[in-house]
């Protein structure tokens, strides 16, 4: 069964410095997509990037990037120079049907980021 | 427009009583997800509709029942809820068989008294 985990509850940085927020995952599939959302309080969870197992290149979307190491089942996002409205939910996620239902996605239990001046 | 509308955005409702919660895509997707994001739990798959069919169900009670009248509309209908059917419920659409994210609404905050 596949399986995310984010084992930091909670996370602290100051900003303009980076992050790193962990997550890694278990599947038995050859193909999958590991993605991040954000969550603020509003409740909308924003997309914020997205690796596919076959790619050879980490994935970069301005300030974030996700550190993928697939030998180590590892897809931990950075974000660059943080600011104060990066302070957020963070959810790590994995698509159930890869390159079908791209929205049927497991999640992690999420990461709180605090973002301090 | 925002890609996914969902509405209402807060709803408090007894327990005998019916209501449904609507979401709506402009981003020509062809399929919507139902999820359901309760308190210290990770986020719940409820349903999952592809070009309008209905292709996964949860196992979710059927006291929540979908309803997905065309590609851009989706719709959960509520009745005799119980106080831990008190959530925060997202709608989601993508587009089938595609490389690329699914998009979220901003939810519907559901209490259940």
């Known amino acids: 069964a596949q399986k995310i985990t984010q084992t930091q509850p909670g996370m602290f940085v100051q900003e303009k410095e980076a992050v790193t927020l962990d997550c890694t995952y278990d599947?038995?599939?050859?193909?999958?997509?590991l993605f991040w959302y954000k969550q603020p309080s509003s409740g909308e969870m924003i997309f914020l990037i997205y690796?596919?197992?076959?790619?050879?290149q980490n994935a970069t979307e301005g300030r974030y990037s996700l550190n993928f190491q697939k030998a180590r089942k590892s897809a931990n996002l950075v974000i660059s120079a943080s600011q104060l409205g990066d302070s957020a939910m963070y959810f790590c996620a994995m698509s159930r049907d890869y390159g079908g239902s791209q929205g049927n996605l497991i999640f992690g239990k999420g990461t709180k980021l605090s973002v301090k001046p | 427009e925002t890609g996914v509308t969902q509405t209402p955005r807060h709803l408090v409702m007894g327990m005998t009583n019916k209501k449904s919660l609507k979401c709506e895509q402009h981003?020509?997707?062809?399929?919507m997800y139902w999820y359901k994001q309760s308190a210290k739990k990770p986020l719940e798959l409820m349903f999952v509709?592809?070009?309008?069919?209905?292709?996964e169900n949860n196992s979710v009670p059927s006291r929540f029942s979908p309803e997905c009248p065309n590609s851009s509309h989706l719709f959960l209908h509520l009745h005799t809820l119980q106080p831990e059917d008190s959530a925060l419920y997202l709608c989601?659409?993508?587009?089938?068989?595609?490389?690329?994210?699914?998009?979220f609404g901003q939810g519907t905050r559901l209490t259940v008294v």
């Open positions: 599947t038995s599939d050859q193909s999958y997509g």
């Open positions: 690796q596919g197992s076959y790619d050879e």
């Open positions: 509709y592809s070009l309008e069919e209905r292709v």
């Open positions: 989601a659409s993508s587009q089938q068989g595609a490389w690329t994210e699914a998009f």
């Open positions: 981003l020509g997707h062809n399929a």
